[in-house]
């Protein structure tokens, strides 16, 4: 069956550095690699969007990359903030019409 | 604002009573979607609309019942809630399907008693 993992232990770092997330993927050949924030109680927040014949993409201080072979993508946050501190999920969207969540980092960014 | 709006924020309701959840879309967005979230399985999806008079299955759609008559609204709708179905809901909708990111709404966070 399609999985997708992330760590489920928070990252915690200082304030400046950079944070990276994991989302790991079996058993899914997606098209599109989605990146979300969620606060608590609110609804996810989308951020990126990476498609599968793109290696890498950029929004300001955010970076995600997307390794079919290795069927991971990688989700950096530089020059992080404690505002930045939130869960970040990970979304599949593949030849179904039922993107594949996973459950999520929790980011702590310490002053 | 460009936003999707869910009604009520929060509801207890008792096990059997119909109940219905809310949401609109002010953006014209042809995908809209429900989800419900529960500690330790993350979003679920519950059904979806590829368009009006389009809807179909999630992951999760035992129990639950939507419509969309309009391009702007998608209620979900539970017709014998039971305890089961204490979560997190949330709507959601997007220009079209997985090449657009999905904006989702506040959230409605029912409880069943």
């Known amino acids: 069956s399609q999985k997708i993992e992330q760590n489920s232990e928070a990252l915690n770092i200082q304030e400046g550095k950079t944070a990276t997330l994991t989302c790991n993927y079996t058993?899914?050949?997606?098209?599109?690699l989605q990146w979300y924030r969620q606060d608590p109680g609110r609804g996810p927040v989308f951020l990126l969007l990476?498609?599968?014949?793109?290696k890498e993409k950029r929004k300001e201080r955010l970076k995600v990359t997307f390794d079919t072979t290795l069927k991971q993508s990688l989700f950096h946050i530089t020059a992080s903030q404690p505002a930045d501190s939130a869960t970040y999920l990970c979304?599949?969207?593949?030849?179904?019409?039922?993107?594949?969540f996973g459950r999520g980092t929790s980011l702590i960014v310490h002053p | 604002e460009a936003q999707v709006t869910q009604n009520p924020r929060y509801l207890i309701t008792v096990t059997g009573k119909k109940l219905t959840v809310t949401c609109s879309q002010n953006m014209n967005h042809e995908y809209m979607s429900w989800y419900r979230q529960d500690p330790g399985l993350g979003l679920r999806q519950i059904y979806y609309?590829?368009?009006?008079?389009?809807?179909d299955k999630g992951d999760v759609p035992e129990g639950y019942k939507v419509s969309r008559k309009e391009k702007r609204n998608f209620p979900l709708i539970l017709e014998s809630p039971s305890p089961n179905q204490t979560s997190l809901y949330f709507c959601?909708?997007?220009?079209?399907?997985?090449?657009?990111?999905?904006?989702f709404g506040s959230g409605t966070r029912l409880t069943v008693v």
């Open positions: 979304a599949l969207v593949g030849g179904s019409y039922i993107p594949t």
């Open positions: 058993n899914y050949s997606p098209a599109y």
């Open positions: 990476i498609r599968e014949n793109e």
């Open positions: 609309s590829m368009n009006v008079e389009v809807t």
């Open positions: 959601a909708s997007s220009l079209s399907f997985g090449n657009y990111g999905y904006t």
